[in-house]
């Protein structure tokens, strides 16, 4: 019996694996996050195990068939360091990059960071948690000095007495994590939705609005705005711990509940409704996720809605605040160990001289030989193949052909390449682009800590051997380092990989020096920063101060730009994506586990924009584009608005539509609008 941890979303519920051929998931009632509840991806995981597509020998593309055949791990490997050797020396070390996902455990995150900057001396480097939360990240450092998705555990979610929720379906993305909000409700509690599909959070609602994809930015300048005006700023603790409220109250004076109205959608009754909710109530919670952030002015719009939590006082106070919901398994700790193009274990900064200074001691290098900031992940993947971009990509643990912004771009662009390496355990839709295909270990298999939503660090115990033929990223990564003549040391065993992160981590924001296996099997996870052994860990964030050089929290005043396509007459409505509950991410473990259903992409659309062209429930519906068409099964629902189509991203084609301008802060593209058509 071996408890570990669901091998999906953020959550990283607790469970137990018993069994060895036949692998049985079974619940772990003890572990606080989910208390034994998993959600039905969960509770299948080990379909996952033993699936016929499994890869379990490497594969290296014969240049004169084309073709992808079997190959030792001695060849595949000679392959990919003969490849980066002769390609750096002909264009220089940032014509090798190496992309990361936010689904790999801390420890691999860690050793891609340091293969990267270390054997492969390149720059670029970048991973597809930029495409996550990398908004809410750069407007809470702005904020608070820091970034923690949440900073408090999410059980304080009960003891609030209103939880915002803008643009999160937690009910289907994390549906344990919903027990929070019904025992919220259970205590006379108050749940408000803001997306623009009535989706299955929304039916656990008190009030939800329903804006225009894009337009959280300008609901939360009217919110703020309508606060003021009636009194209920909290004046004091604006005072005492924040700055540049003022800039701030300017800002919003203009945004008066029926312009918000005119540009939202959302009636200025609502807003009202909202507004005087959030002033009578003595702690609020807001939460952003995906659908608010996955824009080019997300950095700007979680920043508006921070700002709503300061003007109420609520950040730093218990049961209260502001917390971003992560998506990815590993979201957070993905971020924090040097996978990221600008940043260094312990969330360090690449370009601050004493980041540089102590991580390279930690190495054993001159800090001197550790290349700058990169291009970020769609930068990165934009100039693929091109005159001044890498020639060859090395990819660990994502399925960059389905989930890129406009994807059939970025497909083109891998197809550019000289040389394309991917590790994984199936053959996804990347790897079969790829030149060399390693087969590594998953989940069940290997051991390694993933940082969770709430920054609480826990571990994935190996329940199981691998099968015969594949090996962990860790090895896979110190055997490159070892042919690129690295002299700096890859250690492969995940404890010994941890224990050289947490020193690279001593000092940093994301401090986890003080963290070691015993005692996150011993604590049910320890939570960050905890420098040092006698450290109870950090469950709760911003109590006295801020992370900020005075401790105060940054008010910053933001504009509504609005989103970077808007309709016209050849594309006159919004497209936005999302997940489903079956479902995880790009789909390449997912839609492999036989006992989940696996529909298949569909459009989903109003019964009066579906009278309107014509579309018929179940059958064949064309979403165009700027950038692509998708032909899908139409589904009819009356909880999405008429001026919105929706697609969900677990399947080849909805990114083939979307759109990769970029918010300018964050590097995230525009996942969840741009202008799109309907015909039949
Ligand atoms: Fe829990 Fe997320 Fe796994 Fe579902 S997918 S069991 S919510 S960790």
Redesign the pocket.
């Known amino acids: 019996m071996t408890h570990t941890?669901?091998?999906?979303?953020?959550?990283?519920?607790g469970?137990t694996l018993t069994g060895r051929r036949t692998l049985e998931v079974q619940a772990w009632p003890e572990f606080p996050v989910?208390e034994g509840?998993?959600?039905?991806?969960?509770?299948t995981?080990a379909g996952l195990r033993g699936h016929r597509e499994r890869l379990t020998t490497p594969l290296v593309r014969d240049r004169s068939t084309g073709e992808l055949v079997a190959a030792s791990w001695d060849t595949a490997l000679d392959v990919v360091a003969s490849g980066v050797r002769d390609l750096q020396a002909a264009h220089g070390p940032d014509a090798v990059a190496v992309f990361g996902g936010g689904g790999l455990t801390n420890e691999k995150a860690y050793l891609l960071g340091k293969l990267a900057r270390v054997a492969l001396g390149t720059s670029q480097i970048d991973y597809n948690g930029r495409w996550c939360m990398s908004s809410a990240a750069s407007a809470s450092n702005q904020a608070f000095g820091l970034d923690r998705g949440l900073p408090f555990p999410l059980a304080d979610l009960e003891q609030t007495d209103v939880c915002v929720l803008v643009g999160s379906n937690l009910a289907e993305?994390?549906?344990?994590?919903a027990r929070h909000l019904d025992r919220l409700r259970e205590r006379g509690g108050t749940v408000v939705v803001v997306d623009p599909r009535r989706t299955a959070t929304a039916d656990r609602a008190d009030l939800v609005l329903q804006p225009v994809p894009g337009t959280d930015l300008p609901l939360a300048l009217g919110v703020l705005h309508l606060l003021d005006a009636a009194g209920a700023v909290d004046e004091d603790y604006v005072a005492a711990r924040t700055t540049g409220f003022d800039d701030v109250r300017r800002s919003v004076a203009s945004w008066w509940p029926e312009r918000v109205e005119r540009v939202s959608g959302v009636a200025a009754e609502q807003l009202r409704a909202l507004a005087t909710l959030l002033a009578g109530a003595g702690t609020v919670t807001v939460l952003t996720a995906r659908g608010a952030e996955q824009h080019t002015q997300g950095t700007a719009t979680v920043q508006a809605w921070i700002n709503v939590a300061l003007a109420l006082g609520m950040c730093g106070k218990p049961h209260a605040g502001y917390g971003c919901l992560t998506g990815q398994?590993n979201g957070q700790g993905g971020r924090e160990h040097g996978q990221k193009a600008d940043q260094l274990p312990g969330y360090r900064m690449i370009d601050d001289p004493a980041a540089r200074e102590h991580v390279a001691g930690v190495w054993g290098v001159p800090a001197a030989s550790l290349p700058g900031r990169g291009r970020s992940a769609h930068e990165l993947l934009d100039a693929l193949g091109t005159d001044t971009g890498p020639r060859a990509l090395l990819v660990h643990g994502s399925n960059i052909v389905v989930s890129a912004p406009n994807a059939t771009h970025v497909t083109e662009r891998l197809a550019a390449l000289d040389l394309l390496v991917v590790a994984d355990i199936v053959l996804s839709e990347t790897a079969a682009m790829a030149d060399v295909v390693l087969p590594v270990t998953q989940w069940a298999e290997e051991s390694g800590t993933m940082t969770n939503l709430e920054g609480r660090v826990v571990l994935r115990q190996q329940a199981v051997p691998p099968p015969a033929g594949v090996r962990s990223d860790l090895e896979v990564i110190a055997a490159l380092a070892s042919r690129l003549g690295s002299t700096a040391a890859f250690p492969s065993d995940p404890e010994e990989v941890f224990a050289e992160l947490a020193r690279a981590s001593a000092g940093g924001r994301a401090d986890y020096a003080g963290i070691t296996y015993d005692r996150i099997r011993a604590e049910h996870g320890v939570f960050w920063p905890c420098p040092t052994p006698e450290h109870p860990g950090t469950p709760r964030l911003f109590a006295d101060a801020f992370a900020t050089a005075d401790g105060r929290a940054r008010f910053v005043a933001v504009e509504h730009v609005g989103a970077a396509e808007q309709p016209d007459d050849a594309y006159p409505l919004h497209l936005t994506t999302g997940r489903v509950l079956a479902q995880?991410q790009s789909g390449a473990q997912t839609r492999r586990v036989r006992a989940l259903p696996d529909d298949g992409v569909f459009v989903e659309l109003h019964p009066m924009l579906a009278a309107r062209v014509g579309a018929r429930d179940g059958e064949a519906v064309v979403v165009t584009t700027r950038r692509g068409e998708l032909r899908a099964p139409a589904r009819v629902v009356a909880t999405i608005r008429p001026d919105t189509v929706f697609v969900p991203f677990h399947w080849v084609g909805a990114n083939r539509l979307t759109n990769d301008a970029l918010d300018p802060t964050s590097g995230m593209p525009e996942f969840k609008v741009c202008a799109a058509a309907v015909r039949t």
């Open positions: 941890h669901c091998p999906y979303c953020s959550l990283q519920c469970m989910n509840g998993l959600c039905r991806k969960g509770w995981a993305t994390m549906p344990p994590a398994g995880y």
